[in-house]
């Protein structure tokens, strides 16, 4: 069984190679914190994050990044909101704030600033000062959670989002040189994956922290596979969690505004905004790219050989072993 010690991978070069192609006037660098990657400005921001005050009325959606988290934070929105349509329009970002966001690409204090479409610099700010019930959204692992809900002081709900991890990291490969400067090639990239040397890294690390407690009354766990299998199923699983339901003609109604068309021309969901920022600051190296660009199962075998698939394939098998969490 392979293991990342047996694989030849440069690890000072990497990191050399990281600081070229991912890192520029809107992320100078990248620290680790208590055992996961974030940009260096993460550090700026981890202890208002920690003291953020949590309420028990609070939803946080929790997921790796392109799991799937636009997707269902609509279908979640919606739900809680009793289908009432005419409170999606309005970016999502405002909707539900992403607290972390200002240390992937509008640190405090930057020069990038003026330029902020209005969620990006104060998103620990605006997530503190949404109208309760808050939903908030987050990459970070339980560990970077608020205190309050690490120790459970407080239990919000907490929905987690997991995809599998070879899907992911093609995805996620996209993302990056559409919305975060990466621009290095995909070998470099998935090298960079599988070490922990991007943000929220290790992906399995960071998913395995809050399956640890999947037993808890106030978490739920969704799959990006089974959304893409049976939506209507997992609809009705989230309605459930929520206590709530609905006729099922609105639930009909649901599984059709969240179909792949649909969100793909949705303008609240698109991040245009976003988008425009980042060709704004020159970080948007792909410039024809779509945020919703394919929510497919299985791309990966479009750009991954099958030797880079088997090393993802055992390092994984070894990973989690005896968790029950599939990556």
Same mark, same amino acid.
């Given at each position: 069984?392979?293991?990342?010690?047996?694989?030849?991978?440069?690890?000072?070069?990497?990191?050399?190679?990281?600081?070229?192609?991912?890192?520029? &006037?809107? $992320?100078?660098?990248?620290?680790?914190?208590?055992?996961?990657? *974030? %940009?260096?400005?993460?550090? @700026?921001?981890?202890?208002?994050?920690? +003291?953020?005050?949590?309420?028990?009325?609070?939803?946080?959606?929790?997921?790796?990044?392109?799991?799937?988290?636009?997707?269902?934070?609509?279908?979640?929105?919606? !739900?809680? =909101? +009793?289908?009432?349509?005419?409170?999606?329009?309005?970016? @999502?970002?405002? /909707? *539900?704030?992403?607290?972390?966001?200002?240390? !992937?690409?509008?640190?405090?204090?930057?020069?990038?600033?003026?330029?902020?479409?209005?969620?990006?610099?104060?998103?620990?700010?605006?997530?503190?000062? *949404?109208?309760? %019930? $808050?939903? !908030?959204?987050?990459? @970070?692992?339980?560990?970077?959670?608020?205190?309050?809900?690490?120790?459970? &002081?407080?239990?919000?709900?907490?929905?987690?989002?997991?995809?599998?991890?070879?899907?992911?990291?093609?995805?996620?490969? =996209?993302?990056? /040189?559409?919305?975060?400067?990466?621009?290095?090639?995909?070998?470099?990239?998935?090298?960079?994956?599988?070490?922990?040397?991007?943000?929220?890294?290790?992906?399995?690390?960071?998913?395995?922290?809050?399956?640890?407690?999947?037993?808890? %009354?106030? #978490?739920?766990?969704? /799959? #990006?596979?089974?959304?893409?299998?049976?939506?209507?199923?997992?609809?009705?699983?989230?309605?459930?969690? #929520?206590?709530?339901? #609905?006729?099922?003609?609105?639930?009909?109604?649901?599984?059709?505004?969240?179909?792949?068309?649909?969100?793909?021309?949705?303008?609240?969901?698109?991040?245009?905004?976003?988008?425009?920022?980042?060709?704004?600051?020159?970080?948007?190296?792909?410039? &024809?790219?779509?945020? !919703?660009?394919?929510?497919?199962?299985?791309?990966?075998?479009?750009? *991954?050989?099958?030797?880079?698939?088997?090393?993802?394939?055992?390092?994984?098998?070894?990973?989690?072993?005896?968790?029950?969490?599939? @990556?």
């Amino acid at each position: 069984m392979a293991s990342l010690t047996k694989l030849n991978f440069d690890y000072t070069q990497l990191d050399a190679d990281r600081q070229k192609y991912a890192t520029g &006037e809107f $992320r100078k660098g990248f620290g680790v914190f208590k055992g996961y990657t *974030m %940009p260096e400005s993460f550090s @700026l921001i981890q202890k208002q994050i920690d +003291d953020f005050e949590v309420y028990d009325d609070d939803l946080w959606i929790t997921t790796f990044p392109k799991c799937g988290t636009t997707w269902a934070q609509e279908m979640i929105w919606s !739900i809680c =909101h +009793d289908l009432d349509y005419s409170t999606n329009e309005q970016e @999502l970002d405002e /909707r *539900m704030p992403f607290i972390e966001y200002c240390c !992937i690409l509008c640190p405090p204090n930057s020069k990038l600033v003026p330029l902020d479409p209005g969620f990006l610099s104060n998103s620990v700010q605006l997530s503190r000062d *949404m109208k309760r %019930p $808050r939903i !908030i959204k987050t990459h @970070l692992p339980f560990d970077l959670l608020p205190r309050q809900i690490r120790t459970f &002081e407080r239990r919000p709900k907490i929905i987690h989002i997991y995809r599998n991890i070879k899907d992911t990291c093609v995805s996620f490969f =996209h993302h990056q /040189r559409l919305l975060e400067g990466f621009r290095g090639d995909f070998d470099l990239f998935w090298k960079l994956f599988i070490t922990g040397k991007l943000s929220w890294t290790p992906m399995d690390d960071n998913v395995h922290s809050y399956w640890k407690h999947r037993s808890q %009354p106030n #978490f739920l766990f969704l /799959r #990006f596979e089974d959304m893409k299998r049976d939506l209507r199923s997992v609809v009705l699983q989230t309605c459930d969690f #929520f206590k709530k339901s #609905f006729p099922e003609s609105e639930i009909d109604k649901l599984v059709k505004y969240l179909s792949f068309d649909s969100m793909q021309k949705n303008p609240w969901v698109s991040k245009l905004p976003l988008i425009e920022y980042c060709k704004k600051i020159g970080i948007c190296i792909n410039q &024809e790219g779509k945020f !919703i660009r394919k929510g497919a199962a299985g791309d990966y075998k479009n750009i *991954m050989s099958e030797d880079i698939q088997k090393i993802f394939d055992d390092y994984i098998k070894e990973k989690l072993k005896g968790t029950e969490l599939v @990556l």
